[in-house]
């Protein structure tokens, strides 16, 4: 798959190297959302991705630089999550390119219903994407 960079490579995963793996591992550190963990093992980054319906991950010059990945029964519906792009590459259509494919992975599949969480301010980057709130609905989380 590519998107409007020339310069990056986009390929879905199904078992990642250890090396890109670790390179997993770092994004979501730089994303903030393994704070709590204090260790996390790399094995870990496996399994997610061998757990997720399709995980697409975009590389410059070899370097994993941004991720996502999607929660799916294969059938009726799917959910994205776990967009990050490193932050020294943010701003140039990375992740754009990046929710494209995936919607296009998904769509190819049969899926229609595509739905996400969209944390923080991450709203407008979502709507020229074609995401939208969903009256009515409120994101929930059992803690």
């Not at 994004?27 to 709590?36: H, Q, S, T, V």
Request: with cysteine; net charge negative; hydrophobic share 45%.
């Amino acid at each position: 798959m590519t998107g409007g960079n020339a310069m990056i490579e986009f390929r879905f995963l199904t078992a990642p190297t250890e090396e890109e793996a670790l390179q997993i591992l770092g994004l979501y550190r730089e994303a903030g959302w393994w704070e709590n963990v204090a260790d996390p093992d790399p094995r870990d980054i496996g399994r997610i991705v061998a757990g997720s319906y399709c995980f697409l991950a975009a590389f410059s010059q070899g370097r994993l630089v941004a991720m996502g990945r999607v929660l799916s029964d294969g059938v009726s519906d799917a959910y994205i999550q776990d967009v990050t792009v490193e932050k020294g590459m943010r701003h140039r259509g990375i992740g754009s390119d990046l929710v494209r494919g995936i919607v296009e992975r998904l769509n190819a599949d049969g899926i229609r219903w595509v739905g996400l969480i969209a944390a923080g301010n991450t709203e407008d980057f979502y709507r020229p994407l074609g995401f939208r709130p969903v009256p009515g609905a409120l994101a929930m989380l059992q803690r």
